[in-house]
């Protein structure tokens, strides 16, 4: 067992999670050994949440309520730390998706994160290179709780557009992907959600160079997060931003109308 180390509770959500946990498993006059063994967790994996260095799944909190009879206090506090789960280029972004009033996408090569379905981001999610098993958990578990802002009393208006090429690559097994296009018809009945494909004969040289999203704040700017193989990152710069609006009206401009593209996407989940 690794030795104990004395966090500040007050330095992170994340260090904050880890000192509750060790307070309550010390009460329960449990070791960290039996404690993983009763949340079915590793060993490693209850040292790194105590210690911060990690960040627990929903399951994971929910579990230790139960094994430490907490009364649901690591539950809601797990909320606050889910965003350690993600690297620090994109938590300003995650901040802008809950406030924004629209959200429009370009999605070229996967399905956009707000629509995957659990499998469907496992599969990509776990691919990661250096990725454990247990960090692509805590990421898909990141995602799925990141697509609440699309449910919520007052969500943002979402509009999706996709490149068909996209609906025939396998990410996953057939079942998967089948999935993830029932998902995909399913999320386009939501009255906030549109959803956009571009033929694949289509002339979409504009969208080749990657995906985006503009955001549009109130009382704000407009907002652009870019992706790349590696970091993406977010700008309000004039410039790039109306270099991709007018990037995004090109490219949609190609894109089939609604119920076309939905038809589009029964016809790709029956040829899987």
């Known amino acids: 067992m690794p030795p104990a180390r004395e966090l500040d509770p007050s330095s992170s959500p994340l260090a904050f999670f880890g000192a509750e946990l060790r307070e309550h498993r010390l009460r329960a006059g449990l070791s960290q050994e039996q404690l993983a063994d009763r949340l079915s967790y590793s060993l490693s994996l209850v040292c790194a949440v105590e210690l911060a260095r990690r960040t627990p799944s929903r399951d994971f ?10 009364g649901g206090e690591l539950s809601r506090l797990w909320p606050l730390v889910r965003q350690a789960v993600y690297p620090a280029w994109f938590r300003p972004w995650l901040e802008i998706e809950q406030t924004a009033r629209t959200l429009q996408t370009w999605q ?74 029932r998902a995909l018809r399913d999320s386009a009945q939501l009255p906030n959600v549109t959803i956009q494909v ?8 504009p969208g080749l160079t990657g995906a985006f999203v503009i ?15 590696g970091e993406g990152y977010v700008t309000d710069r ?9 990037r995004y009206d090109v490219i949609r401009s190609l894109a089939l109308p609604v119920h076309a593209s939905l038809h589009l996407l029964a016809k790709a989940e029956e040829s899987i």
């Open 61 to 70: 909190a929910e579990r230790a309520d139960q094994v430490l009879e907490t």
């Open 108 to 181: 070229p090569l996967l399905i956009p994160g707000l629509l995957q379905t659990e499998d469907y981001a496992r599969e990509v999610l776990q691919r990661e290179p250096g990725a454990t098993a247990e960090q692509a958990e805590e990421a898909v578990a990141a995602r799925m709780t990141r697509q609440s802002v699309l449910h919520k009393p007052d969500p943002p208006m979402f509009w999706a557009v996709l490149d068909e090429w996209m609906l025939y690559r396998p990410v996953g097994s057939a079942e998967t992907m089948r999935g993830q296009m």
């Open 198 to 205: 571009v033929p694949r004969d289509s002339p979409a040289v």
């Open 215 to 229: 955001a549009k704040v109130p009382a704000e700017s407009d907002l652009v997060y870019l992706e790349s193989a």
């Open 238 to 246: 004039p410039a790039d931003v109306e270099s991709i609006v007018r």
